[in-house]
């Protein structure tokens, strides 16, 4: 039996309304619920009062699933539990692989379907019901801050204005049924040249006076016009470069966001934290963090697909070492490698090295690190550590080689919050630059640009 959904209480199912009746219509959602709720029957509504967060959504996977029924929750950009069950639903549908994710099959399908509803004039509004199950950044946010959610969803097709939406959704808790902590919602949705021609209004339907952020879960493009008129009114532009389609070159493009003044977090950045204070755990110690001179081989294991969370590691020790990168090889083949040399305080010589390797059952976020191996070249130097999340990648890690085996090994354990929206929810609770994730950046920048392709 399936577990229970958490209980939510809708105040507004989601309207559709002309764009300069969003304000009022969200100010008559408020009014009509009252502080004490209908007829007193239901806690006072905490409306948004912590942040705004406005998330640019550029796959079409959830409308067209919306559209054609299979999917009950806002149109919110989170590839969540919910939109895993609508996708199987479909290729099940359609006799194709149950995976979950949004194949092409599974979207050319959903294409097809689509157009033959619009052909029969009954597939040109999203709907969805107030009773779905819990939407998932309701379910990782607002039940910790009553927020503001402005969805911006570009589709494909003919340009026929921007459509908007408003919805309020209280998640109700056991633990505190004396208030409702309430997000609203407001969807915008029109082709991706009518929603930068509305670009100028969206600042205003910022909360004033409270944190502003920007989800953008496209690649950040500096010469996007709405990505930069929305950049520079947030307080912090959020992206997750597990997604990235070309890690390196998209990498690159974040630095010069940041060279630009743009403060900036990625979300892939917090799933690399416990690696990160396991590593510098193992040099705690007087005598190996006194060996810390000595690394001079770095091996990063990590799942075939995107290599952009071992690089940001790479960037991090880097930095945090002072190695200056001289160069840069990647090479394609079963496994991805890639080799870094670095120079390092004395001028000595550090090789790293970076595996992509194949595995038969990737997780939901593509390149998470397997595992990771420092030493060195001095059989006398205590500095060997083998930090792994399996039991398998220490092992592989052990048999590696060199001339110093791990002094320490160290196996990081289940990273149950790892998902965009968990991750997205701590993201919220602060603000501004981070200069290690700044430094670190700066560094992966220095060596892409040192490198070779063959």
Not at 347 to 373: K, T
Not at 381 to 402: F, K, L, N, P, Q
Not at 428 to 447: D, N
Request: with cysteine; proline share 5%.
């Amino acid at each position: 039996m399936a577990p229970q959904a958490p209980t939510i209480f809708s105040l507004q199912a989601p309207k559709d309304i002309s764009l300069n009746e969003i304000e009022a219509e969200l100010n008559q959602i408020w009014q009509s619920y009252g502080i004490t709720g209908e007829d007193g029957g239901l806690p006072a509504a905490t409306r948004a009062t912590t942040f705004t967060l406005v998330v640019y959504e550029p796959e079409e996977t959830q409308y067209l699933l919306a559209a054609l029924g299979f999917y009950n929750g806002p149109i919110d950009g989170i590839l969540g539990p919910q939109m895993d069950v609508a996708l199987r639903q479909v290729q099940k549908q359609h006799d194709l692989p149950e995976t979950g994710t949004a194949t092409p099959e599974t979207l050319a399908v959903l294409r097809e379907e689509f157009a033959k509803r619009q052909g029969n004039g009954t597939g040109d509004n999203v709907s969805y019901n107030s009773n779905a199950t819990s939407p998932r950044i309701a379910d990782e946010i607002a039940l910790r801050n009553p927020c503001r959610i402005i969805a911006l969803f570009p589709i494909a097709g003919e340009d026929e204005g921007v459509k908007a939406q408003v919805s309020a959704y209280c998640p109700i808790q056991k633990q505190s049924s004396s208030t409702l902590i309430c997000c609203e919602y407001i969807t915008l949705s029109g082709t991706a040249s009518a929603l930068e021609r509305v670009g100028g209004m969206i600042p205003a339907l910022l909360i004033g006076g409270l944190p502003k952020f920007l989800w953008w879960k496209a690649t950040p493009d500096p010469n996007n016009s709405l990505f930069k008129r929305l950049a520079a009114v947030c307080n912090n532009v959020i992206v997750d470069s597990c997604n990235f389609n070309e890690p390196e070159s998209d990498l690159l493009s974040l630095q010069e966001l940041l060279e630009t003044g743009i403060p900036l977090a990625d979300l892939n950045w917090r799933r690399l934290s416990a690696w990160q204070e396991l590593t510098a755990e193992a040099y705690d110690s007087p005598h190996r963090r006194a060996a810390l001179k000595e690394i001079d081989r770095v091996t990063i294991d990590y799942e075939k697909g995107n290599p952009a969370q071992a690089l940001l590691f790479l960037g991090w020790l880097a930095s945090r070492l002072e190695w200056l990168p001289i160069s840069y090889q990647h090479e394609n083949g079963d496994y991805d490698i890639t080799h870094i040399n670095f120079l390092g305080q004395e001028q000595r010589q550090i090789e790293a090295e970076l595996a992509g390797v194949p595995v038969a059952d990737v997780g939901e976020i593509i390149g998470d690190l397997i595992a990771l191996r420092l030493s060195s070249t001095n059989p006398q130097a205590d500095c060997g550590t083998v930090i792994c999340s399996e039991t398998g990648g220490c092992m592989r890690m052990e048999t590696h080689g060199g001339a110093q085996s791990a002094g320490l090994f160290q196996q990081v354990s289940s990273l149950s919050e790892q998902k965009a929206e968990a991750l997205l929810s701590q993201q919220v609770q602060r603000w501004g630059r981070e200069s290690l994730f700044e430094e670190s950046l700066g560094v992966i920048a220095k060596i892409l640009k040192s490198g070779t392709e063959s």
